[in-house]
């Protein structure tokens, strides 16, 4: 596939597998699905409702329920579904759990996985990262999709964090379900050096001067003597890996973000180069990205428009011209799009309208009323290496010049260097009257820059920039870009 080109999708991930992905094109799948965990930073996923599209809500909540669509999901699997054993299992959860939450979440992850089997090649693997609350029953679901003859490992992510007092042992491990597709499931027997042992070096391997790996032997009544070796350890089904510190260059700051080294070690163990690589719950895009860097081709899936956004940052950011050619599938393209997302969700399209300007969100959105500043960049003009800041508010409906008053005041109170206001309908005169007003900001160079200024959304789509400095690059320290093409480049970067 010469024209492949590597894929971003925004949506829900059942729709989208459904219509967007060939049966029997994938090599690996990767997922680590939100839990019942009650906490408000994963992603909610729902059933469709017909025609429409029930998805598009809160992000940053894996609280699940039993409801309508959680009933129809349930029901098309009972009906429609070719896996008898599944439709008889699910059932049977039903019957022993009833209609609560971790019902409703089996009920999403079986109608997601049956997917999942049909998009995998024979040779392909699936590894399903779970909680342990729910991976004895996930176990059941997988055995009555994969075959409980596929099933190669039950995999121990062991790590060290901060323990609380508590009434019980400290959880110290996930669980990865290994399956493959069926017995011709590719696997690379790769190898821990002799010289580590759980990342660190083991005192009982040696090396001689030409670097090969050797240890003592010794047997009853003989002197010690070397056994050299010519592979390394094999590995084995607990692995030991560090969660990400937080100093690490890789961290995001998203919550649920897993180390590169795991997914680095699943992908070399059960996917070769040019194989394509699969994750539905994408969050931060740290499958795709290690998929990107061991040459594999990748497809990531996000219900989220503040997951797609951190993902384009990630991977340009991360890869820059050597970034393989992707395209981001489901975000809005022109101001009807626009129009559509704002009245599907304001939240969505909020996220969607930052991205275009490389804006970061300001703080974690919950349903509700709207206040206060919705995104921010920083920026360094100058060799202090303080950074300077803008805040940006968006707006999907109505506008007038009062909120254009509002941000000068967000401004001040905020010490920040630059106002954006992004607005879907066209400014009014009284608008562009009072952020004209404001005056400039005047960087250390001399320059001036407008202090507030107003961007529609068409504008945006048809390429207008914020007018800032551009000093030295707040993730790469990088040197003042030339053209305009990096100004505008490097404007979407910073996020």
Known sequence: ????????????????????????????????????????????????????????????????????????????????????????????????????????????????????????????????????????????????IFEGKNFKNEVIWS?????????????????????????KASWNDIREEYGLKSGKADSHYKQDKNGQWYRWQKRKNQEPYKVYLSEGKRMGDVWKI??????????LGYPTQKPEALLERILNASSNKGDVVLDPFCGCGTTVSVAEKLHRKWIGIDITHLAISLMKNRLESAYEKR??????????????????????????FEWWALSLIGARPAQDKKKGADSGIDGLIYFFDDESGIAKKMVVQVKGGHVTRSQI??????????KASIGVFITLNDPTK?????????????????KQYPKLQIFSI?????????????????????????????LAEQSKMEI
Not at 97 to 121: C, F, P, Q, S
Not at 324 to 347: H, M, N, R
């Open 242 to 251: 560090s969660h990400i510190n937080a100093s690490a260059k890789e961290r």
């Open 1 to 144: 596939m010469t024209d492949w080109k590597n894929k971003l999708y925004y949506g829900d991930n059942l729709e989208i597998m459904r219509e967007h992905i060939e049966a029997e094109s994938v090599d690996l799948v990767y997922l680590d699905p939100p839990f019942n965990s009650k906490a408000t930073y994963n992603v909610l996923f729902k059933e469709k409702n017909g025609s429409e599209s029930s998805a598009q809500i809160e992000a940053f909540d894996d609280t699940w329920q039993w409801d309508i669509h959680s009933e129809q999901a349930y029901k098309e699997l009972v009906t429609n579904c070719t896996i008898s054993k599944l439709s008889d299992l699910i059932q049977a959860f039903r019957s022993f759990l009833g209609t609560n939450d971790m019902m409703a979440y089996l009920t999403m992850m079986a109608i997601r996985l049956v997917e999942m089997h049909r998009v995998l090649k024979p040779t392909g693997s699936i590894y399903l990262h779970c909680d342990p609350t729910a991976s004895h029953y996930l176990k059941l679901v997988m055995d009555a």
């Open 323 to 348: 970034l393989s050619p992707y395209e981001i599938i489901g975000d809005p393209k022109d101001i009807g799009g626009a129009k559509a997302l704002a009245d599907q969700d304001k939240y969505q």
């Open 405 to 414: 008053a509002t941000l000068k005041g967000d401004i001040e109170r905020e």
């Open 430 to 446: 009284p608008m562009i009257k009072e952020a004209a007003e404001t005056g400039f900001y005047e960087a250390p160079d001399g």
């Open 159 to 183: 790590y060290k964090r901060y323990t609380a007092v508590s009434n019980k042992f400290q959880r110290l491990h996930d669980v990865l379900l290994f399956y493959g597709k069926s017995e």
């Open 458 to 486: 068409d504008e945006l789509l048809n390429g207008k920039t914020i007018d800032r400095p551009y000093g030295v690059d707040i993730t790469h320290k990088k040197a003042q870009p030339k053209s305009k093409q990096k």
